[in-house]
């Protein structure tokens, strides 16, 4: 198993352009979510998904946009860029089968800089 | 609203010490609470899941304990190594539905040879 795959690993943007960060697994896990960790700040929830077809809101999601086509991925969109966007992205993914958020494995993360 | 507590922020010690890390965090209606290990650039890996229905995990040198009605869990490392040396994550996740992973700040081991 590859586990959880995130592109790219780097990525730099200018202010007000958009774009999309990847996030993958091939574990058949029903959870997945988005986190964006900033210095000082530890890790945020931006969006998570119980299901294909299921998603909702986490502690900060203005600004991004997120949907759940497939049980494998989970894609997270940068509608229109900003410095304040600047972090790090983990993506991760639980099985929940245990009621919902068991062991949380998490991907590599996108270092991302808008200027 | 659910907020969680890592003391000491950063910590250094010898080879073959051991260690207690702490994590305190304020509502004690949780669902479970995790320990993540974070090396630099890199994500996020899962040491030790402690449901609230129990006290403490174990695995190899690591052991987890929790006290809900107190609000904290301990990493305990035995014989820490440098390959230790990491930045330590605690998160609880609530009851009642919340569905979100509140994580702490962490707490910067160095191990020292």
């Known amino acids: 198993n590859a586990g959880v795959t995130q592109t790219p690993k780097f990525q730099v943007l200018k202010t007000g352009q958009s774009m999309t960060l990847q996030c993958a697994q091939d574990m058949n896990h029903e959870y997945m979510s988005w986190y964006r960790q900033d210095p000082g700040m530890g890790l945020r929830l931006i969006h998570y998904?119980?299901?294909?077809?299921?998603?909702d809101q986490g502690e900060v999601p203005n600004g991004y946009n997120v949907s759940r086509s497939t049980t494998e991925d989970f894609p997270l969109r940068l509608l229109s860029a900003a410095p304040s966007q600047t972090s790090v992205y983990f993506c991760a993914s639980s099985d929940g089968t245990s009621g919902g958020w068991d062991t949380q494995y998490f991907g590599p993360g996108t270092r991302l800089t808008v200027l | 609203k659910q907020e969680v507590t890592q003391i000491p922020a950063a910590l250094s010690v010898p080879e073959g010490e051991n260690l207690v890390l702490n994590c305190s965090f304020t509502d004690s209606a949780i669902y479970n609470l995790q320990w993540f290990r974070q090396d630099p650039g890199k994500g996020l890996t899962s040491l030790l899941l402690?449901?609230?229905?129990?006290r403490e995990q174990t695995s190899g040198r690591l052991n987890a304990s929790l006290d809900k009605s107190s609000g904290r869990s301990t990493l305990y490392i035995a014989a820490s190594q440098p390959g230790d040396s990491a930045t330590y994550l605690c998160?609880?996740?609530?009851?009642?539905?919340?569905?979100?992973?509140?994580f702490g700040k962490g707490t910067k081991l160095t191990v020292n040879p």
């Open positions: 998904s119980v299901g294909a077809g299921i998603t």
């Open positions: 402690i449901q609230s229905s129990q």
């Open positions: 998160a609880v996740i609530a009851q009642g539905g919340s569905e979100k992973l509140v």
